[in-house]
């Protein structure tokens, strides 16, 4: 069975320092990690994956995030927060082995407060 | 294009109706999938469609029936809903086994 945690509720983070968002999994196999955003009444957005290769990931809007096997960890970064990257923050794993088409596993979210 | 639309925006019913939710996409993605969602929680997934054959379904109560009329269309047909299935239903699509989904905008349903 796969799970990915998420161990923060809620992050808060001055504009303009680095910011952490935390992400554990599991899986059997090799994960497929996805982190996904969302704003207030919207859909999910991408932000980035990792499959394979280069264990840091660049995604979109400056944010990446470092695969670390050891630790089964998929953090998520970014050099410097804006207020707009406040929302909510879903990481994401699909095991490639566990079958049922791409049937992946949310993280419960973690909320993050950019604070101007 | 990479969007995935869905309709309508908001719906409210009683409990005796019958409606349904659309999405579309036009990407060629071969899965695409209903999720519902509750107010600060994760994603559930309901369904799954696979070159338009319903290749997962979550256990879900046959209140929801879902559809899939041709490769860009996804309807999820609602009959005799409870209130406690008042929530953000999510559609999205996909393509390959490491590809990420897109997510339409989602419907809020409320049930009276």
């Known amino acids: ?116 | 294009d990479t969007e995935v639309t869905q309709t309508p925006k908001h719906l409210v019913m009683g409990m005796t109706n019958k409606k349904s939710l659309k999405c579309e996409q036009h990407m060629g993605h071969r899965a695409m999938y209903w999720y519902k969602q509750k107010a600060k929680k994760p994603p559930e997934l309901m369904f799954v469609y696979s070159y338009e054959k319903l290749s997962i379904n979550e256990s879900v109560p046959s209140r929801f029936s879902p559809e899939c009329p041709n490769s860009s269309l996804l309807n999820l047909h609602l009959h005799a809903l409870q209130p406690e299935d008042s929530a953000l239903y999510l559609c999205a699509s996909s393509q390959g086994s490491t590809a990420p989904q897109y997510f339409g905008p989602g419907t809020r349903l409320t049930v009276l």
């Open chain 1, 1 to 116: 069975a796969q799970s990915v945690a998420q161990p923060e509720d809620q992050v808060n983070v001055a504009e303009g320092n680095p910011l952490t968002v935390k992400c554990t999994y599991s899986v059997s196999g090799n994960p497929y990690l996805f982190w996904y955003v969302q704003y207030p009444n919207r859909g999910l957005q991408f932000l980035l994956k990792y499959i394979t290769g280069d264990n840091l990931v660049k995604g979109s809007y400056g944010f990446e995030a470092e695969f670390n096997k050891s630790q089964t960890s998929f953090h998520l970064k970014k050099p410097s927060a804006l207020v707009s990257d406040s929302a909510l923050y879903f990481c994401a794993v699909r095991d490639p082995d566990s079958g049922g088409y791409q049937k992946v596993t949310f993280g419960i979210g973690t909320k993050l407060q950019v604070i101007p």
